[in-house]
């Protein structure tokens, strides 16, 4: 079955940083565009960075520009985030998310979630 597992949420201070990791697998990795996504209490879920398949093209937040970075390795079916620069606005729920569009159906898979405060 298709399983999506993050990894790498923590308390850490603002301006300190944090490497979130998802693991995927039941489905070809390298077909789908991978994101992450972040739900703060009280707001809605918003995209924070996509990757496509091959890894060749990127796409960010606004907020997030120049501060996180999204990169995946296919050969280990893992897609990661690297936050530098952490504020304490960013505190949320990070999730995973594969997908990937054909012309039938759009094939959409969450990970369950991992924590990330920002604060002193």
């Known amino acids: 079955q298709v399983q999506l597992v993050e990894s790498g949420g923590d308390l850490v201070q603002p301006g300190g940083s944090l490497r979130l990791s998802c693991v995927a697998s039941g489905f070809i990795f390298s077909r789908y565009a991978m994101s992450w996504y972040r739900q703060a209490p009280g707001k809605e879920r918003e995209l924070v960075a996509t990757?496509?398949?091959?890894?060749?093209?990127?796409d960010y937040a606004d907020s997030v520009k120049g501060r996180f970075t999204i990169s995946r390795d296919n050969a280990k079916n893992s897609v990661y985030l690297q936050m530098n620069s952490l504020k304490p606005e960013d505190t949320a729920v990070f999730y995973c998310?594969?997908?990937?569009?054909?012309?039938?159906?759009?094939?959409?898979?969450w990970g369950q979630g991992t924590q990330v405060t920002v604060s002193s």
């Open positions: 998310n594969a997908r990937w569009t054909t012309a039938k159906r759009v094939y959409d898979y």
């Open positions: 990757i496509t398949g091959a890894g060749s093209s990127t």
